[in-house]
């Protein structure tokens, strides 16, 4: 596939700091996996951008959807969303329902790499373009193009740090995302790429905390409480990290145990700050979700456009961040 770089696209925006929130876009609130119709959302000589995102509990992913609704309402395109909790199927009944509203575009921000296939099939049946954004799909085949950022580079970056962190030797934990999800495969194969370069560090823990801060701090509980000894955690995101960071502190054992996440979000960012995290590996919300809108919409204007986008990853630690926030 060709690819292109947004690295440069990232230097000339510079802006680091994620967005919180965002204006109304015309359009009513819909709560459960509810989506907004073309209809409801105005103008209907207007380009309609729809998009369903994987989980809207997830703090990512309500960014993504944060940006991707402000930057329609600049540009001026009507925009409709879904939430797909958490479901591959939820995911395939939203775009089912943005081909009968006739909207013009479809972003997809998948769940389950394999289970929202059918998403991308359902809209190049109806010759729609699809964009899919952030986590892949097994075969992106049928999608107009993917925007995203290479999740085996994030593996790989922070399993670096904790490699040189604990001097290549020691016992690890790592906490892996929702099992089906590109990001969870990508990043394992990131971090065991690493890992192939360090005999000497063994991973005595690995389990899923399904993305979730409540869980990883559970997880980090119960392995704590068996006494064993553990030189680091790798956590496949922030809310993880996080919650595993939590549980290490309230056993006084934050000094001897580093953690680290991927995303930047703004807790994190606040945490490595305060020297808690060992470092966060930044992921572009703005440049993803607002690459993806403009993607969808050249497309859907009839306009070539590239298989695949870029959005390199970035390490962020106590040195630098300060330009993350």
């Given amino acids: 596939m060709k690819k292109r770089?947004?690295?440069g696209l990232l230097s000339a925006i510079m802006v680091f700091g994620l967005l919180a929130g965002c204006g109304s876009s015309g359009t009513e609130e819909k709560t459960e996996g509810e989506s907004t119709t073309k209809e409801e959302a105005g103008d209907k000589d207007q380009i309609t951008v729809a998009c369903t995102w994987q989980d809207l509990a997830n703090e990512y992913i309500m960014q993504l959807a944060e940006v991707a609704e402000a930057y329609c309402e600049e540009k001026g395109y009507q925009y409709v969303s879904a939430d797909g909790q958490g479901d591959a199927d939820n995911q395939v009944s939203q775009v089912e329902?943005?081909?009968t509203q006739g909207v013009d575009a479809i972003v997809l921000n998948p769940y389950d790499k394999d289970g929202c296939i059918p998403c991308a099939q359902k809209a190049a049946e109806a010759g729609i373009p699809i964009?899919?954004?952030c986590t892949q799909l097994s075969d992106l085949s049928s999608a107009t193009a993917f925007v995203g950022s290479n999740d085996v580079e994030a593996g790989e970056i922070e399993m670096q740090m904790v490699a040189?962190?604990?001097d290549g030797k020691g016992d690890i934990a790592v906490i892996l995302g929702p099992t089906g999800i590109s990001a969870q495969a990508d990043r394992s194969q990131g971090i065991q790429n690493i890992l192939d370069k360090y005999p000497d560090i063994n991973v005595i823990y690995e389990e899923s905390a399904n993305w979730d801060r409540?869980?990883?701090m559970t997880l980090m509980e119960n392995w704590l409480q068996t006494g064993k000894t553990i030189n680091a955690v790798v956590a496949q995101n922030d809310e993880m990290a996080i919650g595993a960071y939590n549980a290490i502190a309230a056993a006084g054992?934050?000094?001897d145990i580093p953690v680290v996440g991927i995303d930047a979000i703004a807790d994190a960012l606040k945490s490595v700050e305060e020297g808690g995290l060992l470092c966060t590996v930044f992921q572009n919300a703005k440049a993803q979700s607002e690459t993806a809108i403009d993607v969808a919409v050249q497309a859907a204007k009839g306009e070539k456009v590239d298989d695949w986008y870029d959005v390199p990853f970035?390490?962020?630690?106590?040195?630098?961040v300060g330009d993350y926030k």
């Fill in 5 to 7: 770089c947004l690295a």
């Fill in 97 to 99: 329902n943005f081909i």
């Fill in 131 to 133: 964009v899919v954004v």
């Fill in 164 to 166: 040189d962190a604990i």
């Fill in 214 to 216: 409540a869980e990883a």
């Fill in 253 to 255: 054992k934050q000094k």
């Fill in 314 to 320: 970035e390490l962020v630690t106590s040195d630098n």
